[in-house]
């Protein structure tokens, strides 16, 4: 009854905490924030999409003269055409009303364009296929080669694609190879670990808050272990930051973005979780004031943060044979596939070990301030 009084405490003084409370809703604000600039990017990324998702108005390119096969080969590529009569009127419009200007001269074709454009990007590689498609095109008709003979000629191989496992595809909210890899690869992981950095301020303020205000050598003067003492103080903190990322996560598959072999996340969840909580306990034994912890856990977090996530972006040469145990690596492959490699719970063992550690050495380390104190 003593151990689940003083997990209420604790619980009540959670929730109690408006600071900790509003950090909760700038999660939801943060995970909605990633999410949208996610679909932007892959849509900017992207030169199919941006017309299906209606961002072709911008893509207008001015053409001199009247070629009417390179008047083709661009709108082929869903570009705004405008006509201008002459080189300098439409360098007028270069930046203003056209993001490029495209003619020919001597039989090749030039293409000038506002570099400074956001939508540069987007149009070159239609400007390239575009202008080789005219060059093409062109090469054909100066050899009179028939039409069905050139129909043939610019699809020389047919690729058929034929789905298998169709009952276990998943439509994602941005059918793009780059939405896949920011989401999977990035934004799913941090929302995940979020809640547990979260957590390890918690615990570290509730015990060195206790110190502050003078009542920890009271507290271990009440009968109970010190077990029972941890758990007391740690499985609020622990619970509320694993509760947080399950919602997270629902929040994510809500977004059209779906996440697979749930049941090993929580498990790996639950483990990362333990270490971040049993290192934040550990500072917050060390630690005299709150100051003090809050120095220490952000130097901490920092170093965790570069160790989760920078190996999802940077080979990591020597290091790379032992990338693949790093919890933010596993998540990455259990929620991106639906089919388990069972090699991924053998790599989840590493990380669990260290966890536990982490979270045994704490506790002894508990044990050992409260003997010194009483």
Known sequence: ???????????????????????????????????????????????????????????????????????????????????????ADARKSLGSGVVAIVYTSGGDVRIEADTGSAFYTIMSERLQRAASWYAEQKQFREAAIPSSKVKALENPVKLKIIPVNRERYAPLAVESSYFVEIMYGFIIPFVVFLPFFLGSNIVTDSVVGEKERKTFEVLLMVPLSETSIILGKITPALIFSFIQSLLWLGIVM???????????????????????????????????????????????????????????????????PIIRFIPSIIMVKLSSSPYLNPGLIYDMLPAAFLSVILFAASVVSFRREGVIRL
Do not use: C, H
Not at 31 to 55: H, N, T
Not at 265 to 294: C, H, R, V, W, Y
């Open 254 to 320: 809500l977004l059209g973005v779906p996440v697979y072999n749930i049941p090993l996340l929580s498990i790996i969840m639950f483990l990362t979780g333990l270490g971040f909580t049993g290192t934040g306990l550990f500072i917050s034994i060390l630690a005299d004031s709150t100051k003090e912890a809050n120095s220490a856990i952000t130097v901490v977090l920092f170093f965790a943060t570069f160790l989760l996530f920078v190996p999802l972006f940077m080979d990591m040469g020597i290091f790379n």
């Open 1 to 87: 009854m003593k151990l689940k009084a003083l997990t209420v405490k604790e619980a009540r003084d959670i929730f109690s905490n408006r600071i900790y409370m509003l950090l909760v809703l700038v999660q939801v604000i943060i995970i909605l924030g990633a999410y949208g600039l996610a679909v932007v990017s892959s849509v900017a990324a992207d030169p199919e999409l941006i017309g299906e998702w209606g961002g072709s108005r911008f893509l207008k390119v001015g053409v001199v003269g009247d070629e009417r096969l390179l008047i083709e080969g661009l709108e082929r590529e869903g570009l705004g055409v405008t006509k201008f009569p002459d080189l």
